[in-house]
């Protein structure tokens, strides 16, 4: 894998840019490697003290990972700023306006996004998102003190803010509650397990993996009647003609971006099984997508790990997901 291909991994992740143009809701940015592990840093991510709340100064560009009090005051004007939001799997976000002293009148804002937004593409996607987008932005200037605290759905979320007056300030408050009944989750991690359940609500979900991973499904559930149209091994299917049909499936995905509308199909998956099925994906975003009607319990089991320079060089040379590095 060349560099390149690297970097352009680790600044999806987190791609605090910025933001260019003069729209209310600033969604174009870019970040470098460097500044992403500057956030993803042992400061960010120590545990905070259940006596007193963390706090800190918020930047115009940053991330956060933990609960805690974050302060913005500007020492100029800053006209295109974003701060992204994350949590856990099984956690969705709080975030609370305090102490705002901003200039709405005069162009200034404050907009939380439930879910993030990178170069114009939205997680989760507007297929996969229980909200209709518009709903998904929430404005200090338009809410005020109707609405000050506005909860994720997911365990991301991002606020855009412009300022035009030095001397202008605000806090937000952030807190992490659990979610029992998680959907669509950004792992923060290359590597680890996860079981994705939908009780039986008509709905889509997605774990998305910002790496090109090593990933093993080791069990698949999903309710049919019926599997005499389905294949009889447990292997993954590509494009089965069944699976769409049953409105229950599970989708492995792959692309450079992180809208899961957008992405490649890998492999359907539409009978359920029990055993590993292993798969490299040599992707920026790997992601597994369950799609559910309803009617059924639906549950797959996945560990993933990072992919090693080897592995990426083998994937590039003869394997089915060399589409992502052609696109």
Known sequence: MERTFREQLFFLLMCLSVLKGD?????NNEILKDELYSFFNSELKRETPEEFMYRRPLRC????????????TAERPQLSC????????????SVEYDNVDIDCEGGDFITVFDGWVMKGEKFPSSQDHPLALYE?????????????????SQNVAMVFFRIHNAGSS?????????????????????????TMVNPQQHRNCSFSIIYPVEIDISEFSLG???????????????????CAESGDFVQLLGGNGIDTSKLLPISDLCVSFTG????????????????????????????????????????????????????
């Not at 560009?61 to 805690?68: C, F, I, K, P, S």
């Not at 049919?224 to 069944?242: C, T, V």
């Not at 490299?280 to 996945?302: L, Y």
């Open 224 to 242: 049919h009647h019926d599997y005499n149209n389905f294949p009889k091994h447990g292997l993954p299917q590509r494009s089965a003609p069944g």
């Open 136 to 152: 998904r932005y929430v404005d200090y200037c338009d809410s005020g003190s109707l609405r000050r605290t506005v909860r994720s």
């Open 23 to 27: 729209s209310r809701y600033i969604e």
């Open 82 to 93: 974003a701060a992204f939001f994350t949590a856990e799997p099984n956690e969705v976000i």
């Open 276 to 327: 590993p099925t292993h798969m490299k994906v040599g992707c920026d975003n790997t992601v597994v997508r369950m799609v559910s009607s309803g009617r059924f319990v639906s549950r797959v089991s996945f560990s993933y790990r990072l992919l090693d320079s080897q592995d990426l060089q083998t994937l590039k040379l003869n394997n089915v997901e060399d589409f992502c590095f052609n696109n």
């Open 61 to 72: 560009l940053d991330m956060v990972a933990v609960e805690g009090r974050f302060t913005f």
């Open 170 to 194: 605000f806090t937000l408050t952030v807190r992490k509650l659990v979610n029992p009944f998680p959907c669509n989750v950004i792992s923060q991690a290359p590597e680890g397990s996860y």
